[in-house]
């Protein structure tokens, strides 16, 4: 197949990227390096062997996606392309509603233009909210509580009423959990603009010494150790699932909505562990209040995943904090700019 992905240099698309490859497809990469650099495209060529088509425009872009999607023919697109951090979000909701929801819209509507109507979502388990109904399936109740949660939540609802008005629309929203991990090579991993959002690359940062020590946000909470339960997935496992997610959409049309998750819940405290264990350094931790917003533990029900894809994730925690660290130990800084 011959797939659009928008967001593509980023980090779940860049591996995502490797992954449909790997699979057989054509990839075309749609990217404005708002969250990402252009050093991803020279890496990936060297990791596939295979020089990718790359238009570098903003998703909300009308002319650009109308040019790529008149001087290309696709089979489908997975969208990537929308920033992802809670705390930026609350701080810039019009700069989330812009990108996360008009850009989704301009996308659908140039696809529509151009009679291409299978696309891959890139949702989130943020949609849940902080429920504790675990594991977590895909029709719990919804509770989003901030303005990421509910670009996703929109986009997932823009998406069924799409297919709901001509059925000619196949649509998978997957919602992710945690993705940590980086491409075995150590050519590719996540590399967060400013200061990372997220556990894991603030912990890699910490360790190859870019940081003074990792803030736990809360130790108190109903859990084995008192930190915060999440399900952690390899980017690679993830990557893999929207390669069966997108082959699914040309057997079986329809509209779905599909966690990407390995099941399992790890704290902070373990993730910690893990990571001194196998990055043979010592990781400096403090204490601090809880963040709003943060619940004490989530993870997935992947069992739908695995019944329609075909899909479960195969690698565990050791995996992820080895390649995770191989990535930055070898780019403490991340991508070259």
């Given at each position: 197949m011959r797939i659009l992905l928008t967001g593509g240099t980023g980090y779940i698309g860049s591996h995502t990227a490797i992954a449909l490859?790997?699979?057989?497809?054509?990839?075309?990469?749609?990217d404005n390096f708002s969250n990402s650099k252009p050093a991803v495209l020279d890496r990936l060529r060297e990791i596939t062997g295979?020089?990718?088509?790359?238009?570098?425009?903003?998703?909300?872009?009308?002319?650009?996606?109308?040019?790529?999607?008149?001087?290309?023919?696709?089979?489908?697109?997975?969208?990537?392309?929308?920033?992802?951090?809670?705390?930026?979000s609350i701080a810039r909701p019009l700069h989330y509603y812009k990108n996360g929801v008009a850009g989704t819209v301009a996308l659908l509507q140039a696809m529509e233009r151009h009679d291409v109507r299978n696309v891959v979502y890139s949702?989130?388990?943020t949609v849940y909210g902080m429920s504790d109904d675990l594991p977590l399936q895909e029709d719990a109740p919804t509770e989003v509580i901030n303005p990421y949660g509910r670009t996703k939540l929109m986009c997932e609802e823009i998406l069924a009423d799409l297919h709901q008005s001509d059925p000619r629309w196949n649509v998978i929203a997957l919602r992710y959990f945690n993705p940590v991990g980086a491409h075995p090579s150590g050519l590719i991993g996540e590399d967060p603009q400013g200061v990372p959002a997220n556990l894991m690359p603030f912990l890699a940062q910490v360790a190859v010494g870019r940081r003074p020590s990792l803030h736990i946000f809360g130790d108190d909470y109903p859990t084995p150790d008192g930190t915060g339960v999440r399900d952690y997935i390899h980017v690679l496992d993830l990557a893999e699932g929207h390669v069966a997610a997108v082959e699914h959409l040309q057997q079986s049309p329809g509209f779905d909505v599909i966690n990407l998750g390995t099941g399992n819940g790890v704290s902070v405290l373990e993730l910690?562990?893990?990571?001194?264990?196998?990055?043979?350094?010592?990781?400096?931790?403090?204490v601090v209040g809880r963040r709003p917003g943060d619940g004490p533990?989530?993870?997935?029900d992947a069992s739908k995943a695995a019944r329609i894809l075909g899909w479960t994730a195969t690698r565990d925690l050791d995996e992820m904090v080895a390649d995770v660290w191989r990535w930055q130990s070898h780019n403490p800084d991340g991508y070259p700019d």
């Open positions: 490859i790997d699979a057989g497809h054509e990839v075309t990469l749609f295979v020089t990718m088509d790359f238009y570098e425009a903003d998703v909300t872009d009308a002319a650009a996606l109308d040019r790529v999607l008149n001087e290309r023919a696709f089979d489908g697109a997975i969208h990537f392309a929308a920033p992802k951090a809670v705390g930026e949702s989130s388990a910690v562990a893990a990571f001194e264990q196998v990055a043979g350094v010592p990781i400096p931790t403090e533990a989530s993870w997935a």
